[in-house]
């Protein structure tokens, strides 16, 4: 087999419970839980057809499937809150660009519950020849940033 295809198969067998338990336990009990508490999303990219609605439901179908989302959104479970910018210049933005911030936890840190953050990171985006491609890339690039924090080892930030 391929390597790709026997770390397709890996991943696979993994999401749908055919690996051992230990190891699924384990990996469960590295990361909490979290609720989708915000999707903010850059007023320039919704003008060129980023569609909210579809990124949510995206990342909300990427935290279950990967057993991450809470049942319940109490004061104690962590929440998960994604920023997708498209700062802009004064001068223009040639090539537009960006960033997707994640970060875990920002409820537990305004109510007192902790001091700080349970896991956070700033992806860059691809610049694009236009605001239009910039934006029909969107979706994809959360997605990204979504999976490399699902897949990040714990502790890292």
């Given at each position: 087999?391929?390597?790709?295809?026997?770390?397709?198969?890996?991943?696979?067998a993994?999401?749908?419970?055919?690996?051992?338990q230990?190891?699924?336990?384990?990996?469960?009990?590295?990361?909490?839980?979290?609720?989708?508490?915000?999707?903010?999303?850059?007023?320039?990219l919704?003008?060129?057809?980023?569609?909210?609605?579809?990124?949510?439901e995206?990342?909300?179908?990427?935290?279950?499937?990967?057993g991450?989302?809470?049942?319940?959104?109490?004061?104690?479970?962590?929440?998960?809150?994604?920023?997708?910018?498209?700062?802009?210049?004064?001068?223009?933005?040639?090539?537009?660009?960006?960033?997707?911030?994640?970060?875990?936890?920002?409820?537990?840190?305004?109510?007192?519950?902790?001091?700080?953050?349970?896991?956070?990171?700033?992806?860059?985006?691809s610049?694009?020849?236009?605001?239009?491609?910039?934006?029909?890339?969107?979706?994809?690039?959360?997605?990204?940033?979504?999976?490399?924090?699902?897949l990040?080892?714990?502790?890292?930030?």
């Open positions: 087999m391929l390597p790709c295809a026997r770390l397709v198969f890996i991943i696979l993994g999401t749908l419970g055919l690996g051992p230990t190891a699924k336990a384990q990996s469960t009990a590295r990361k909490p839980t979290v609720f989708l508490r915000q999707i903010r999303i850059d007023s320039i919704l003008a060129f057809g980023v569609d909210s609605g579809r990124v949510r995206a990342v909300l179908r990427a935290l279950r499937e990967a991450r989302l809470a049942p319940d959104t109490t004061d104690a479970v962590p929440s998960f809150d994604v920023d997708v910018a498209a700062p802009r210049t004064l001068g223009g933005m040639r090539d537009p660009t960006g960033f997707i911030h994640l970060e875990v936890g920002r409820n537990l840190v305004e109510n007192g519950r902790s001091r700080q953050l349970q896991w956070e990171r700033t992806f860059d985006r610049p694009s020849p236009t605001w239009r491609e910039f934006s029909r890339e969107t979706l994809a690039e959360v997605l990204m940033a979504v999976n490399k924090y699902l990040d080892r714990p502790g890292g930030a």
